[in-house]
């Protein structure tokens, strides 16, 4: 389990991708010593403390879900916190040794919220039946067979699309 501050709180963009709205905070397993995370602007993104605690600073934008993984509620956190670290390994603030924990934190974050997805976001009707009949126990199985497959979606496809994409444009909101 990732500790965390509980719900992020962020927006979409009419230009495209998600943006935090306030500050959110992760702990990462990631320990690559305490650092600054920057746009090209030199507007803070983030900082990272020698503990693995990683804040995202409101306003950080980033493009959603990595690969073939469908942009959801239960993974907006998750994509969040795997985009900002991929963000620092670009910027040499971590090591490429590191990835594999970064894919971790995408991994654990998805699979603690998407069991409390509500039935609303469901989208097909058995897996709505399903869950009414056999409750919270499926939920979290599913929510677990949902996270590896996105986890294996991201592990296959993330790197290679963000090796290729064009980074979302960090900006500040001008008031």
Wanted: proline fraction near 3%; charge should be positive; hydrophobic fraction near 40%.
């Amino acid at each position: 389990m990732i500790r965390n501050a509980g719900p992020l709180h962020y927006r979409k963009r009419r230009a495209g991708g998600y943006e935090t709205t306030a500050e959110w905070w992760f702990i990462s397993p990631v320990r690559g010593g305490a650092f600054v995370l920057r746009d090209a602007d030199g507007f803070a993104l983030g900082r990272m403390a020698v503990n693995g605690c990683a804040t995202v600073s409101a306003f950080f934008s980033w493009g959603g879900a990595s690969g073939p993984v469908i942009d959801r509620r239960a993974n907006m956190a998750a994509s969040c916190a795997h985009d900002w670290l991929y963000l620092a390994h670009r910027q040499g603030l971590l090591t490429d040794e590191e990835r594999d924990e970064s894919d971790v934190v995408y991994r654990e974050l998805y699979i603690e919220r998407a069991s409390w997805v509500p039935e609303a976001e469901i989208g097909a009707p058995w897996y709505r039946r399903a869950l009414r009949s056999v409750g919270k126990t499926l939920s979290r199985i599913s929510a677990v067979a949902i996270g590896h497959i996105d986890y294996a979606g991201l592990r296959l496809f993330g790197r290679w699309s963000a090796d290729r994409q064009a980074e979302v444009e960090q900006r500040r909101l001008v008031s």
